[in-house]
């Protein structure tokens, strides 16, 4: 089972300048590129119960796994 991201734009409607990242999760048995297609479902339905925003753009990617640390800094040095 793969579980994606689906990585939204969003602008309000009543200000386009105004615009943040949402994502959406969802567990698929399907690829990444078939991600693509299911996505446009789930976008539709997100965007007929939030009629203030509009979706500039979106894609999709894979979810980080469960506890994995998405940063690459390591731990400090102790002196």
């Not at 943040?20 to 297609?37: G, T």
């Not at 979706?55 to 800094?73: F, L, Q, S």
Request: some cysteine; glycine content about 2%.
């Amino acid at each position: 089972m793969n579980i994606f991201d689906i990585v939204m734009m969003l602008c309000m409607a009543s200000d386009p300048s105004s615009c943040h990242e949402q994502r959406l999760q969802f567990e698929s048995y399907k690829s990444l590129n078939e991600c693509v297609f299911d996505a446009q479902f789930y976008i539709a339905s997100w965007q007929a119960e939030n009629k203030g925003w509009t979706i500039k753009n979106w894609r999709c990617e894979y979810a980080p796994e469960p506890g994995a640390d998405d940063t690459d800094e390591q731990p400090a040095a102790k002196p």
